[in-house]
């Protein structure tokens, strides 16, 4: 390992330090902030005014904000999240099972949509084949179909066809409504990418050479057009976590975003709070992992 | 492929900005005994042979199984301009349902297209206010250079990873539940603007920066012209970047308001936009009977294709280009 790539690591991680705080920091105040503030919905549940009182004593949430904050980032070195009022539970083990189920889901989906890139390196090697023109409409047509509104329909093929399960927990639908416009993006770009390679210098040169079209395809032009698609992969993951915010909740898979959101609703602010630290957490943890493939295959990234 | 596209977004803007002609009911109505109400056909023959276009009258046959009947012993005929609406029905013979009904027998067809308005109207306005944060904070960090670019780019770089849709989630369950309508439309449209403009930022400023090189941007500074006059000069560089830029948010930000409404934190029911109407598909296992439900999902979808006809390949190459740029 070079010492550019050392310092182009350690400079990620600090940046993705950075970007837990924040965003784990504002979610606490934000959810403070709220109308009603923590455990609203006891009082529109029929709870009275005192009771409420009385527990924000013992929770301590009657203390001033910074003091609240203080502690809770002081609890934090201890990896303890604070308590869910809901859950009536330590918020750590419950938002660590809920992420891993949401980064299970994300690993499925991504799984399946790396499909698209050998797929891809085909269709953009022959543009006019018969492989593109079936490929090509069915792409366009996933990668207009956002994971919220793909989780809807295919929700409805099963239940109308019963081809696949809904019972919440089967990964089949969300995992299906996230990965397809994911792998349709992917063999959209990579099929972009490999029309381009395949006129670059060093590619054409090997074509020269005598090469059989299929080795200046595999091992010239797909390697050379693999690296401008990875560079898109950090958003790749962001677009793959965000989108899983809504298929969880549609199709009822028990992960962060399904959690996150009940939260917020209660206003539940440790839970929230810790949701939101988890979920940094996972999408830094991806972003930097993207980041750095992309700087084994692309010295030139280590510089940014 | 572009012109296709063109004309299916021109379609549709086209249904939203008429809604109140198009429309052949109230949208906010719920009529009685129309729940989960199939599609009123319109047919244009019977027994008798042919006719005008005319509908028959949907009759409840089982309450509990939400079934339909029509009712085929008079012909309703469809009536053109009445009551400044472009057709529809008499009150004995309605309604005419052209998209079926929701849970509470309203009207989906109408419903969708006053959603239009709102869906395409926060997604536009949104779109427009990220491109024109970004292509200031752009250019003026491309123009500035030194420290000011680099807080700039740190910035858009800081908000381009985060998790953009949980914190909108965040935002707006800090603020009352129930705002109105226009209330919602402005505070979607300013946290869409705000969550949009990096990427177009980034772009503007990596243009700007090779353009300020050129000769003319060079003439331009040696005759004196200050950083305001020289962005006005290096900005229509940028146009190309910023229609692709215009046409790659809007899906996103469609989607956002769609997922926001769906769960309950967007606009309300008696102003739905597409997101809200979504809501009635919870019971997913209605949707077997009732897919007119998702009709909102089918015109986002379509919308949401017709932009990608009108890019073409023309998204996949700024991704790229993009990408091997920063």
């Given at each position: ?8 690591i ?5 940046a ?24 609203t ?17 013992r929770?301590?949430?009657d ?32 938002a ?19 499909i ?40 409805w ?29 992917l063999?959209?770009l ?10 670059a ?5 090997a074509a ?24 898109i ?57 993207a ?9 030139r990234?280590?510089?940014? | 492929?572009?012109?296709v596209?063109?004309?299916?977004l021109?379609l ?29 056909r319109i ?23 939400s ?6 012993s ?25 998209l ?8 989906i ?29 752009g ?78 941007a ?6 004196g ?6 962005v ?12 692709v830029?215009?046409?790659l ?24 936009s597409w ?31 017709g932009?990608?006809?009108?890019l ?9 280009k ?5």
């Amino acid at each position: 390992m070079t010492s550019s790539l050392v310092a182009f690591i350690a400079r990620r991680v600090a940046a993705a330090l950075v970007l837990v705080a924040v965003v784990s920091t504002a979610a606490f105040v934000l959810t403070h902030l709220a109308p009603g503030g923590p455990l609203t919905d006891v009082l529109i549940d029929g709870g009275d005014k005192v009771t409420v009182a009385k527990k924000w004593e013992r929770l301590g949430l009657d203390r001033p904000l910074v003091t609240q904050l203080g502690d809770w980032v002081g609890g934090l070195a201890r990896f303890d999240l604070g308590r869910s009022f809901e859950y009536d539970a330590p918020v750590a083990p419950i938002a660590r099972e809920k992420a891993a189920n949401t980064a299970r889901l994300a690993a499925v989906a991504l799984a399946i949509a790396l499909i698209g890139l050998p797929v891809g390196v085909l269709t953009g090697a022959r543009p006019d084949g018969w492989l593109s023109a079936v490929i090509t409409p069915i792409a366009v047509a996933l990668v207009s179909c956002p994971p919220i509104i793909g989780a809807l329909g295919l929700l409805w093929l099963a239940v109308s066809t019963g081809w696949f399960s809904i019972a919440p927990g089967s990964l089949g639908v969300p995992s299906l409504a996230l990965a397809l416009p994911l792998a349709a993006t992917l063999e959209r770009l990579q099929s972009q990418a490999t029309a381009e390679a395949l006129r670059a210098p060093d590619v054409m040169a090997a074509a020269a050479r005598g090469l059989s079209p299929q080795r200046v395809l595999w091992r010239h032009a797909a390697p050379q057009s693999l690296r401008p698609v990875l560079g898109i992969a950090g958003v790749l993951i962001g677009s793959l976590f965000s989108g899983s915010l809504a298929v969880e909740v549609v199709t009822g898979w028990p992960g962060l975003g399904q959690l996150m959101y009940g939260a917020l609703a209660g206003r539940d602010v440790f839970l929230v709070a810790g949701c939101a630290l988890v979920g940094a957490v996972v999408l830094a943890a991806g972003n930097l992992v993207a980041d750095i493939v992309r700087a084994l295959v692309d010295p030139r990234t280590r510089l940014a | 492929m572009t012109r296709v596209g063109l004309g299916i977004l021109a379609l549709v803007a086209t249904f939203a900005a008429a809604a109140p002609v198009l429309a052949p009911n109230d949208p906010a109505t719920p009529f009685l005994n129309r729940a989960y109400a199939p599609p009123t056909r319109i047919h244009l023959r019977d027994l008798d042979g042919w006719h005008t276009p005319f509908i028959y009258r949907q009759v409840l046959a089982d309450r509990v199984l939400s079934r339909y009947v029509d009712d085929t012993s008079t012909r309703v005929p469809l009536q053109w301009w009445r009551d400044g609406r472009l057709f529809g029905v008499g009150t004995d013979g309605g309604p005419m349902l052209v998209l079926g009904a929701d849970p509470l027998g309203r009207d989906i067809f109408s419903r969708l297209l006053f959603g239009a308005r709102l869906s395409l109207g926060v997604t536009a306005l949104g779109a427009a206010g990220a491109l024109m944060i970004g292509a200031v904070v752009g250019a003026l960090a491309g123009v500035a250079g030194g420290w000011l670019e680099a807080v700039l780019m740190w910035i858009a770089d800081f908000m381009l990873v985060l998790p953009a849709v949980y914190l909108l989630l965040v935002l707006r369950a800090m603020m009352p539940l129930s705002l109105g309508w226009t209330t919602i439309f402005a505070l979607m449209a300013v946290l869409f603007a705000a969550a949009g403009w990096p990427q177009v930022a980034r772009g503007v400023r990596g243009i700007v920066s090779t353009e300020r090189t050129r000769d003319y941007a060079q003439a331009a500074r040696a005759i004196g012209a200050g950083p305001f006059r020289l962005v006005g000069h290096l900005l229509p560089a940028a146009s190309g970047f910023l229609a692709v830029e215009l046409v790659l948010l809007v899906p996103a930000m469609l989607v956002a308001e769609a997922t926001l409404s769906y769960l309950g934190l967007g606009f309300p029911a008696e102003r739905p936009s597409w997101g809200t109407m979504l809501q009635d598909t919870a019971n997913v296992r209605l949707l077997a009977d009732a897919p007119w439900l998702l009709a909102p999902a089918a015109l986002l979808f379509i919308v949401v294709l017709g932009l990608q006809l009108v890019l073409g390949a023309r998204s996949e190459r700024t991704h790229l280009k993009a990408a091997s740029r920063s």
